[in-house]
């Protein structure tokens, strides 16, 4: 059974940072594409950043240059560090995995974390 468990969201002033952290079980990162996503109340979810198992990275354009996310197999974490926040980053972020692709990203995420809240003020 696979299980992710994020944490580390909390609140900060605008140009603030937090790292969020996602700790996993059930499955080996190397194996994997993991994501970060978010959704803000009233808005579609939306993906933040992605890493596949070749650690090749992407991010969506709100995020580029502020945001990086990263993995540890030794502790079987995986982050995104948040830096320069904005109020517009407010969201609850999740992790997310796939598992069945081999360690490519195909965006066919097929486990999800909790969700940890992100709240930036002014």
């Known amino acids: 059974q696979v299980q992710l468990v994020e944490s580390g969201g909390g609140s900060v002033q605008a140009g603030g940072s937090l790292r969020l952290s996602c700790a996993r079980s059930g499955y080996t990162y190397s194996s994997a594409c993991m994501g970060w996503f978010r959704q803000a109340p009233g808005k579609q979810r939306e993906e933040v950043a992605r890493?596949?198992?070749?650690?090749?990275?992407k991010y969506a354009d709100s995020v580029k240059g502020r945001f990086t996310i990263s993995k540890v197999s030794a502790n079987n974490t995986l982050y995104l560090q948040m830096n320069s926040l904005k109020p517009e980053d407010t969201a609850m972020y999740y992790c997310?995995?796939?598992?069945?692709?081999?360690?490519?990203?195909?965006?066919?995420?097929?486990?999800w974390g909790q969700g940890t809240q992100v709240t930036v003020s002014v």
């Open positions: 890493i596949d198992s070749f650690r090749r990275t």
């Open positions: 997310a995995a796939d598992v069945l692709s081999g360690g490519y990203c195909n965006g066919n995420f097929n486990y």
